[in-house]
T-cell receptor, first 113, second 114 residues
Framework: AQSVTQPDIHITVSEGASLELRCNYS??????LFWYVQSPGQGLQLLLK??????LVQGIKGFEAEFKRSQSSFNLRKPSVHWSDAAEYFC???????????FGDGTTLTVKP | DGGITQSPKYLFRKEGQNVTLSCEQN?????MYWYRQDPGQGLRLIYY???????QKGDIAEGYSVSREKKESFPLTVTSAQKNPTAFYLC?????FGGGETQYFGPGTRLLVL
């Protein structure tokens, strides 16, 4: 079955430290890949997306993600985390034969002062 | 401003009652979606509509119903057949269905059972 896995349920980092959130998608044809962010009690906002081409994708708010076909991964990174980055982050994939989005279970980010 | 609105923000349901969640978009998008979000879980697709007057069941459609009579509106009814309706419900839309289309989300409706 098509699936998206976010191995880390909860991550805590200090403000100013670097961040990496992991995302793995199931094997097969490369899907369209997305990262969304959700503040408490709010809807989701797109951070970035990958279709093809350059494997390093830049997004909003200083985030970037790197697609690695060999590892079926699409990890999200930020060089220096700000307190306002505390939120829940979702990785999602759209497999072309399905058309629907498959979401990971999310990673909650806590930022320590 | 273009966007998606959902109402109400909070909704309470009594046993045996049907309730309807509203979702409106003024983005001129063809596709619309309803997701359910439970704590510690990702979003699960309830129903989606690729175009007006058409909709399909998602992964967890039992106990829910939808309509798509207007392009901008995609209301979700939680029926009494849904035995565990307490959740956060998110509506989304995209220009077209599938592929690399970005989904734009509303602020959500939290449904609670009395």
């Amino acid at each position: 079955a098509q699936s998206v896995t976010q191995p880390d349920i909860h991550i805590t980092v200090s403000e100013g430290a670097s961040l990496e959130l992991r995302c793995n998608y199931s094997y097969g044809a490369t899907p369209y890949l997305f990262w969304y962010v959700q503040s408490p009690g709010q809807g989701l906002q797109l951070l970035l997306k990958y279709f093809s081409g350059d494997t390093l994708v830049q997004g909003i708010k200083g985030f970037e993600a790197e697609f690695k076909r060999s590892q079926s991964s699409f990890n999200l990174r930020k060089p220096s985390v700000h307190w306002s980055d505390a939120a829940e982050y979702f990785c999602a994939a759209v497999y072309t034969n399905a058309g629907k989005s498959t979401f990971g279970d999310g990673t909650t980010l806590t930022v320590k002062p | 401003d273009g966007g998606i609105t959902q109402s109400p923000k909070y909704l309470f349901r009594k046993e045996g009652q049907n309730v309807t969640l509203s979702c409106e978009q003024n983005l001129n998008h063809d596709a619309m979606y309803w997701y359910r979000q439970d704590p510690g879980q990702g979003l699960r697709l309830i129903y989606y509509s690729q175009i007006v007057n058409d909709f399909q069941k998602g992964d967890i459609a039992e106990g829910y119903s939808v309509s798509r009579e207007k392009k901008e509106s995609f209301p979700l009814t939680v029926t009494s057949a849904q035995k565990n309706p307490t959740a956060f419900y998110l509506c989304a839309s995209s220009m077209n269905f599938g592929g690399g289309e970005t989904q734009y989300f509303g602020p959500g409706t939290r449904l609670l059972v009395l």
